[in-house]
């Protein structure tokens, strides 16, 4: 059964940083991209940001470009997204997927086979 996990969310103040966390188990880590996306009260899911199988590449949504880190650790089968400089409007759900899509870093749903529950990142002003 996969099962990803996030964390690491919480409430912090305008200009602070976060590190979010997603733990697989069930599937082959390595064998899949991996990608962040969240989702604000009243909105529709979006993409935040994708690393691709090897870790050499990756891709950032214009909102958090610049601001923002993806990584992952195949050994411990975690893919990360640091965030800095939080705005409140990065106030969402973040939730991690995993894709063997033969295209990544496209930022769309489809592409992704597993999602996680998500982690709730508050940014108040």
């Known amino acids: 059964q996969v099962q990803l996990a996030e964390s690491g969310g919480g409430s912090v103040q305008a200009g602070d940083s976060l590190r979010l966390s997603c733990v697989a188990s069930?599937?082959?880590?390595?064998?899949?991209?991996w990608g962040w996306f969240r989702q604000a009260p009243g909105k529709e899911r979006e993409f935040v940001a994708a690393i691709n199988r090897g870790g050499g590449g990756t891709a950032y949504s214009d909102s958090v470009k610049g601001r923002s880190i993806i990584s992952r650790s195949n050994l411990q089968k975690t893919v990360f997204l640091q965030m800095n400089s939080l705005k409140p409007e990065d106030t969402a759900v973040y939730s991690c997927?995993?894709?063997?899509?033969?295209?990544w870093g496209r930022g769309r749903e489809v592409d992704y086979n597993y999602w996680g529950q998500g982690t709730q990142v508050t940014v108040s002003s």
């Open positions: 997927a995993a894709s063997t899509s033969v295209i």
């Open positions: 069930g599937l082959l880590f390595a064998n899949y991209h």
